[in-house]
């Protein structure tokens, strides 16, 4: 027989929710991850209540609440006036959608998913650099650049934005808007100028805009900038350098200019992400968070998305493709687990997920053009959102609101 054994290739969000909630499923996971330790690049990071209504069901959203922030509201801000422009009451939303609106630190949650995955049995390996996997009728075999194999009933494809996996499906790269970010998490009392800490605010602009919010308990707050480079558009090699940074947010208000000053000058974030695609499996290969769907930052649904997906994985893999547990310590794909069963239940995970993603990655880039739209059109925008209700949630309904099928 096959192993029964579900392999997770990468240990960031993505593959350890998937990883988690396919051991909650009654599977045999192991993560492998190719540094020498879990990490997660970045600081801040924003959970909508389609994320922390699926980190209940999996049973750690009480640790995400004690650390995290669930502030009162977002806000839409004018950054060259400082004028608001349009707001929405978070403790309704909780109300509307059933769970709140979260924002916490990356490796915090990376924190809390790595501990739940070890608490329910998850083989966690790092040092492991994946070059390549086969299949066949029987199993997959995965093979590490250090020379270490295994085989596995499924490999979960969860390597980021420039995966390995990914390439034997699909031949396209990352795509950059031509968008550079820069980031700086402080401690609170080294803030020059923290915006209310109960607010996650967005001050927009022609070509830019800045994000704030609180995170770690409100203990430290996170800002990330983010520009249109004209270098990029002019075909320069060193587009989005700090200069670039100082020029575009020149003319905006004193709250945001004080803001530069907090942000890490020295790494920028050129800003990716790749085509929608139909084909999220091959064989017995499924594809999960960035590695499938790579989406520009603009809704912050990037993790919430790649949670989704884990979710639904192990939702499809119960109802197509059972495992029989033999004792106690062990399980082993069922009679009608074979790889006929697979199939149907990978199919299915494609059909269901495929569109929902595909939709969110079109949208994230039609709300980034918006936000740093221009002219006649960032004059309509304004009025758009002034007309906005803070607690009419009608627009957010399909994104916030979707729920897996085994809701």
Known sequence: MSSSEIVVVGGGIGGLTGALALARAGR???VLERPSGFTEVGAGLQLAPNATRLLDRLGVLDEVLDIGV???RLVLADARTGDGLAWSDLDRARRVFGHPYVVMHRHDLLDILLRACQAAGVTLETDRAVT???????????????????????VVAADGLRSTLRASMHADEPVTTGDVAYRGALPIEEVKRPHDPDTVIFWLAPGMHLVQYPVRRGEMYNQVAVFSSPSYAAGAQDWGNPEELEAAFAGTCPPVRTA????????????YDRPPIDRMTQGRVVLLGDAAHAMVQFLAQGACQAIEDAVTLAEQLTRHDPVLALDAGSSEVGAAGGQASLERALAAYESIRAPRVARVQRSARVWGEMW??????????NELFRRIEPDDFSHADWLWGWRTPGD
């Open 260 to 271: 530069l000053d907090s942000l890490n000058r020295g790494f920028r974030w050129p800003i």
């Open 28 to 30: 045999a996971v192991r």
């Open 132 to 154: 390549g996997v086969q299949t066949s009728a029987d199993e997959a075999q995965v093979t590490c650049a250090d020379g270490s194999s295994y085989a596995a009933h499924a």
């Open 70 to 72: 669930q502030p009162a």
């Open 372 to 381: 740093h739209i221009d002219g006649v059109g960032l004059t309509l925008r």
